[in-house]
């Protein structure tokens, strides 16, 4: 055996692709894209809500808000604005509190 079993991300444009293709049957479509019979069919089974999700996705800006911190690092600036909800996810995650400074 290979002893550590990788999982497989797929993409929402990889699902709408493989579902497109679907009339091309199941096993073609599974040896095309690399993938076994159940996946695509668990793909063609969900269709409905996959493009439901993708259709109320906001795809300018929830990426770019995500990534922005980032960026910012690996560019080396220092005077970041972070909005509230970046913070306090920030601070949720790494268990730092908000106190307040009596005065």
Known sequence: MSGISTTRKRSFEFK???R???TNGEGRIAESFGV???TV???YR???QLTDF???MDTSNSCSSRKSMKKATKLGIDNIVASSGCLTNFKSRHGIRE???PG
């Open 46 to 48: 969900s269709r409905r």
């Open 54 to 56: 993708v259709s109320h």
């Open 41 to 43: 069919s668990d793909i």
């Open 36 to 38: 076994g019979l159940f």
């Open 16 to 18: 709408a692709k493989d």
């Open 20 to 22: 497109s293709v679907y």
């Open 99 to 101: 106190l307040e400074i």
